[in-house]
């Protein structure tokens, strides 16, 4: 993510705002929140249908980057899938609360929404946020500008009370857009990111760092359970683990570098060749990111070596030679992790059946890197500890 900062003074002058003090409210410091997600159809989809795809991945071609519980101390958030299963719930901001719904990503580690000052044709068609509305809100009187793989916001940064479920975080910054790009068809308003800090606009606080910082969540932990084929039944779990949604024990992964949840995998095989990671390589886990994504040479071979051929800026192939494709198979801290073709190859609604491997890290990193997106997160339980710096995988229920 891309992100370039100066001062904002025309739209402070223009209006003075309440500015408050850090509020003295008082949340359940022992509470797992989960969140439950929602599955719905993808804005892939949706573009395709309106005939827009093709013009959206050429202005975009890195396309990558309630409460229910059983236990008092458990609250389900719901999220749905978008972005080609990027998973998205609902928060609110500001006194009294503005809903929004984001997409949990553990790609980024910034918040923000719309607001009223954006005149870009996404915020006609997305909730706005008003702060003349909120009586909690503070203005920062810096300018933010976040450039991701499928669009950019050119905004500012304010401070308000952040609300996920039973969770109510005060004083929290976040990012008002003021104009928005590459995001029309999006049915998410904006995007909360969960990161680490050092990934986040400079001198902000993430929303989960806040969380733990003031005692909102009994663990400095938060999961993932993104569902398969149903549009309900995902959840994201904040401050600990609900270990109903995966099976055997979680195999835990040092962070190689706490920016992305970024972990070191050992190799890449299929029917039994290495084709990637020879020596090692680096890998992301990233909620925000629908495909699983590669250096494109590499893609490039796997894509011949499934005989996948291009459509447009897709590949696909046969539906019927689906069933007989090899799995991918990710080595991760000695342990096999498969991914079988009916999880790397989709359907679409028109009948395709479409390649989810995608080309491009080396644009992002010298070393070879890859992104595991929802492709794997939906195989594999994860959970995220920043008080260890790990990360934690298990076969998804």
């Known amino acids: 993510m891309l992100r370039t900062h ?62 229910v519980a059983h236990d008092p101390k458990l609250s389900l958030h719901p999220l749905r899938n978008y972005l080609d299963l990027a998973y998205v719930g609902n928060i609110s901001i500001g006194t009294p609360p503005q809903p929004f719904k984001v997409v949990f990503d553990t790609g980024s580690a910034d918040l923000w929404v719309p607001s009223i000052y954006c005149d870009s044709v996404p915020c006609y068609t997305h909730k706005v946020f008003n702060p003349h509305k ?60 969960l990161g680490y800090r050092s990934l986040a606009i400079q001198g902000t606080t993430p929303v989960f760092d806040n969380l733990k910082r003031r005692g909102l969540v009994t663990q400095p932990v938060f999961a993932f359970y993104l569902s398969t084929q149903k549009e309900n039944g995902s959840m994201v779990m904040l401050g600990g683990v609900d270990h109903r949604y995966h099976k055997g024990e979680l195999q835990w992964i040092p962070v190689s570098r706490p920016h992305y949840w970024q972990i070191t995998m050992n190799r890449i095989t299929m029917n039994g060749v290495v084709f990637g990671c020879l020596h090692g390589c680096e890998a992301i886990l990233d909620t925000g990111t629908s495909l699983v994504l590669g250096p494109s040479k590499l893609i490039t071979d796997i894509q011949k070596l499934i005989s996948a051929s291009p459509v447009g800026h897709e590949y696909a192939v046969s539906c019927s030679s689906v069933a007989r494709l090899p799995p991918i198979i990710f080595t991760i801290n000695g342990k096999d992790y498969p991914v079988p073709p009916q999880a790397y190859i989709r359907k679409s609604l028109r009948g395709f059946c479409l390649s989810s491997l995608a080309g491009g ?13 929802d492709v794997f997160l939906r195989l594999y339980f994860s959970a995220y500890d920043r008080g260890k710096n790990r990360v934690g995988l298990a076969p998804a229920v």
């Not at 003074?9 to 850090?22: D, F, H, P, V, Y």
């Open 6 to 67: 100066s001062f904002l003074s025309t739209w402070a002058q223009e209006r003075s705002m309440k500015w408050l003090g850090i509020l003295g409210l008082v949340a359940l410091s022992e509470c797992l929140v989960i969140i439950p997600l929602t599955k719905t159809k993808t804005m892939r989809e949706t573009l395709r249908e309106k005939n827009l795809l093709t013009n959206f991945l050429e202005r975009n071609t890195d396309d990558r980057s309630q409460n």
């Open 134 to 193: 909120s009586t909690t809100f503070r203005l920062s009187g810096m300018p933010v500008d976040l450039t991701y793989g499928s669009g950019r916001m050119v905004g500012f940064l304010g401070y308000d009370t952040v609300r996920i479920g039973k969770l109510v975080d005060v004083v929290q910054p976040f990012a008002l857009s003021q104009s928005q790009f590459g995001m029309e068809h999006a049915p998410f308003d904006g995007i909360l990111g």
């Open 361 to 373: 890290t080396e644009n992002i990193s010298r070393s070879e890197t890859w992104i595991l997106g």
